[in-house]
């Protein structure tokens, strides 16, 4: 059930909430929505989760609304997505700027909330049948090569007669209730990747369909190993890849790709083990399988011609809009932003982004939020489309750049020095990014500022780390804590904080070994080190050549660092220091990548290798070089 | 070629022309015709410098979350509506005050900008500070303490901006959601202020040539930072967006943008 529809400007005033669900919501979602999701440039997304409850948002950039929809997590309404559509049109229509209070439109919405949870209702049903219609239907191919008669189970006695008849939802009850039995069986097969495609062949699958599409799958994969040969599998392995590609952007990235790998690993498994319960499974299975294919197939056939009339319709409809209409557009300037017209330039504009080193990724997300924010806007007059997205794109890039937070160091430190304690400062990243460099460029700095820096070499791996970081110390004059090496440096990290405080250092300066994000005992003994002694500032330090690497590392960071944390707060990632920034010319994508991926803003940038080599990031100058 | 030197030909007849019958006017009126269109261009131009500096803009800043949509809309139509959600994009209006509408003759309309407070929208401050008349940096008054650091931080960047100072722009601490019991004092308020944004001086102030943040530095050396110290006047107000209660926000604006 919907919790909560509200309809807000730009400008932040409410014009309308539901009243009939008038229940008060916990927390501020709606707050947090737009200062985590829309004002970070992830409006592209489909949805947004929020403790207990799950978003959904449009926009009508042309008047400048916002349509937000809020519900319970841990239902899966079919009907939002609909509805926010609907609501938006309905309502763009009684809209007027001078008008602040909607009341007349709680009737307008009621009707609307039937309607859209009415034709959730049938897109349900009818996906159920969909489903098990496309699975029987792959099943049915496989399983004309060699399928015994088999036992005549109750089931499969039904499903003679089923065969012969028209397609029924009966038919499907009972074949169903089929597959429900079949589920025991299939639970000890490694047929997990099965159910996950049928997931992706739906957008929004409730639990009973995920339920039942187990059953489903699950036959279909025993069918599939017990068939003769290679061409069982090829049809498999070719079915699934190919819903999988329309399935919906999922955020947790690694694990459906590793699903899809896994489909084919348990075809050829399967082959060789579970015999016993492959065959029993195959023989029951069998026969209504043959029996279905022929009703089944001529119906998914006919589907398939719908899909593709559809689409020829579509494009006739693109080409109308031909060159000459665009160019008057441009200059008239009424037009409003379609998602076709904006596709061009959009891609134009990611691939810029791409040749300065920005994260494929993190470019194509910028671009659907981009395209988010204007469609349905209105061209000012004498603009060109390819201006419009430019002038936005880079407002997107400025406000992202633009710290959340104030980065000012100096006056941290000096809240520190009141309270009497030292302000920690921890560098962490990978390999051969220039922490400990860097970590010299930092004292250096901090010294000029008459504070009273100590070092501490908590980089107790790496042969020499620690000589160097005693050359340093002893040119810039600052006080050094080590401990050698072959030392836990959580500990060396404390005991350096103690001393700290005993002979009274304003800022101690932690050096860590460098460790790749995937090294699991190496990230381990990071967050030991970062939960025992609490630092204020965990400072990452990335290079400016790191390519799309750059996402992966500080995900991974940030993950490891939430994960292995022990007690309540868990520290993340506070702060950026983009190092061999004088390397690259014009490639400076990554400070983007970075600063999107963690959302902790660039606090140094280092552009050499002398002490005098930090300064801060200037927003508007890597705003200019990209988008140049 | 040739077409060219027919024009030419014509031009300068033209030209003859022209010439014959000016001086077929009697001069007098030729006189009094170009006294006439230059006293106007004239006019036209002072009375454009004069109407540039009375400029009727007001800034409404502060923190996101201190109240600012609400008083915004309280000023305009003497209520906040139903509630109001983190502005992604400033609210401007040029309008008479709610409350003046019952006044009699006629009331110059104020141009009031509301600017969203978000730190990611900071940069639209900077796109409204060139005209601004005046400012109201508005302060939650009852969660006070957790954002004063953040409040100073931004009040301290307005005030040594440097249209700010150039232009000796007032600014007016304004204190909301007063009508809360917890609520602090505006004389505490304003205490706490100075005293961070003495801090904020001492370590801004320690800047390398390099990264110059703020354009001017504000109070007395060598004294402890007090708003009476700013080039510009700084005061201090209590309001309550809520319920309506805006007369010391309203008589702030009229002071500087007169009715």
Same mark, same amino acid.
């Given at each position: 059930m919907l919790e909560q529809l509200l309809i807000f400007t730009r400008g932040g005033l409410i014009l309308w909430t539901c009243k009939e669900l008038g229940k008060a919501l916990k927390g501020s979602p709606i707050d947090t929505l737009i200062r985590s999701c829309l004002l970070e440039e992830?409006?592209?997304?489909v949805s947004f989760n929020y403790e207990a409850y799950t978003l959904k948002w449009t926009f009508h950039n042309d008047l400048g609304l916002v349509f937000v929809a809020v519900y319970q997590r841990i239902l899966h309404l079919l009907y939002v997505d609909d509805l926010l559509s609907m609501v938006k049109e309905s309502f763009s229509e009684i809209y007027d700027p001078k008008r602040m209070s909607y009341d007349d439109f709680d009737e307008t919405f009621r009707q609307l909330r039937m309607e859209a949870e009415a034709r959730g209702e049938e897109l349900r049903k009818v996906k159920q049948v969909g489903k098990v219609v496309s699975s029987v239907k792959k099943q049915g191919q496989v399983s004309k090569s060699g399928l015994d008669g088999g036992n005549k189970s109750g089931g499969g006695g039904s499903k003679k007669d089923v065969g012969d008849g028209d397609k029924d939802k009966d038919k499907v009850g009972s074949f169903m209730t089929n597959g429900n039995h079949k589920m025991e069986d299939d &639970?000890? &097969?490694?047929?997990n990747g099965k159910e996950n495609t049928a997931d992706n062949v739906v957008l929004d699958p409730s639990k009973l369909m995920k339920l039942r599409s187990k059953g489903v799958r699950g036959r279909g994969g025993v069918r599939k190993t017990d068939s003769i040969g290679n061409k069982s599998s090829k049809v498999a392995a070719a079915e699934p890849p190919k819903k999988a590609t329309k399935k919906n952007r999922v955020w947790d990235d690694a694990a459906p790709k590793q699903v899809k790998l896994d489909f084919t690993d348990s075809v050829g498994e399967n082959g060789n083990g579970n015999h016993d319960h492959v065959d029993i499974a195959a023989a029951d299975q069998g026969e209504s399988m043959m029996d279905k294919e022929e009703v089944f197939s001529s119906d998914d056939e006919s589907e398939d011609d719908d899909d593709e009339a559809r689409s020829d319709e579509k494009k006739p409809e693109a080409k109308k809009k031909g060159w000459f209409s665009s160019v008057f557009q441009s200059i008239t300037g009424k037009a409003n932003l379609e998602r076709t017209d904006l596709e061009p330039a959009l891609k134009a504009l990611k691939e810029r982004l791409m040749t300065k080193n920005v994260a494929e990724e993190i470019a194509e997300k910028l671009c659907e939020s981009v395209e988010a924010s204007l469609e349905g806007k209105k061209l000012a007059s004498f603009t060109r489309i390819s201006s419009t997205v430019q002038g936005a794109m880079e407002d997107a890039l400025i406000r992202i750049l633009t710290p959340r937070r104030s980065i000012d160091i100096m006056r941290d430190v000096h809240a520190a020095k009141e309270q009497r304690r030292p302000y920690v400062v921890v560098f962490v990243g990978v390999n051969g990014v220039g922490k400990s460099t860097n970590l010299a460029k930092v004292a250096y700095w901090l010294q000029q500022h008459k504070v009273s820096v100590m070092m501490a070499a908590c980089d107790t791996f790496r042969s020499g780390a620690v000589e160097q970081l005693r050359t340093h110390a002893r040119r810039l004059q600052i006080p050094i804590f080590e401990k050698g090496y072959e030392k836990d440096p959580a500990v060396v990290a404390k005991e350096a904080i103690q001393e700290a405080t005993r002979n009274g250092s304003d800022v101690v300066l932690v050096d860590t070994a460098g460790r790749m994000q995937d090294n699991e005992p190496l990230m381990r003994a990071l967050s030991k080190l970062i939960n025992l002694n609490k630092p204020d500032l965990v400072l990452f330090v990335g290079e400016a050549l790191v390519g799309n690497d750059a996402v992966d590392q500080l995900s991974k960071f940030n993950q490891k660092l939430s994960d292995l944390s022990n007690s309540g707060t868990t520290r993340l990632i506070d702060g950026i220091l983009l190092t061999k920034f004088d390397t690259i010319d014009d490639k400076v994508g990554a400070a983007l990548s970075m600063v999107y991926i963690s959302g902790a803003p660039v606090m140094f940038v280092g552009c050499g290798q002398s002490y005098t080599d930090l300064k801060k990031l200037n927003v508007k100058a890597i705003v200019k070089t990209l988008l140049k | 070629m040739e077409n060219l030197e027919d024009l030419k030909l014509m031009a300068e007849q033209w030209t003859n022309q022209g010439l014959e019958y000016l001086q077929k006017i009697p001069p007098f009126q030729l006189y009094a015709a170009i006294g006439l269109l230059l006293l106007t261009t004239v006019l036209l131009l002072s009375f454009r410098l004069v109407r540039r500096t009375k400029s009727n803009t007001v800034l409404l800043s502060g923190l996101s979350g201190s109240g600012k949509t609400v008083l915004f809309y309280q000023l305009r139509d003497g209520s906040s509506h139903q509630g109001s959600v983190t502005s992604m994009e400033p609210n401007e209006g040029t309008f008479v005050f709610h409350f003046e509408h019952a006044k009699k003759g006629k009331i110059k309309p104020v141009h009031l900008v509301d600017v969203p407070g978000h730190s990611r929208l900071r940069p639209k401050l900077e796109e409204f500070l060139p005209q601004a008349a005046a400012i109201v940096f508005v302060v939650d008054a009852l969660e006070f303490l957790p954002n004063c650091r953040a409040a100073s931080e931004y009040l301290y960047d307005i005030l040594t901006n440097a249209n700010v100072v150039k232009k000796k722009i007032p600014v007016l601490l304004c204190c909301n959601k007063? +009508?809360?019991?917890t609520a602090h004092t505006k004389e505490f308020i304003k205490k706490q202020m100075e005293k961070e944004i003495e801090k904020l001086r001492a370590s801004r102030s %320690?800047? @390398?040539? %390099? +990264?110059? %943040?703020?354009d001017y530095t504000i109070g007395i050396e060598g004294e402890v930072f007090s708003f @009476?110290?700013?080039c510009n006047r700084v005061t201090v107000a209590e309001a309550s967006g809520l319920i309506g209660e805006t007369v010391q926000v309203q008589d702030f604006i009229r002071e500087y943008i007169k009715p």
């Open positions: 992830r409006s592209g997304e &639970d000890s &097969d490694k047929t | 007063t +009508d809360k019991l %320690a800047v @390398s040539t %390099a +990264d110059i %943040a703020n @009476s110290h700013c």
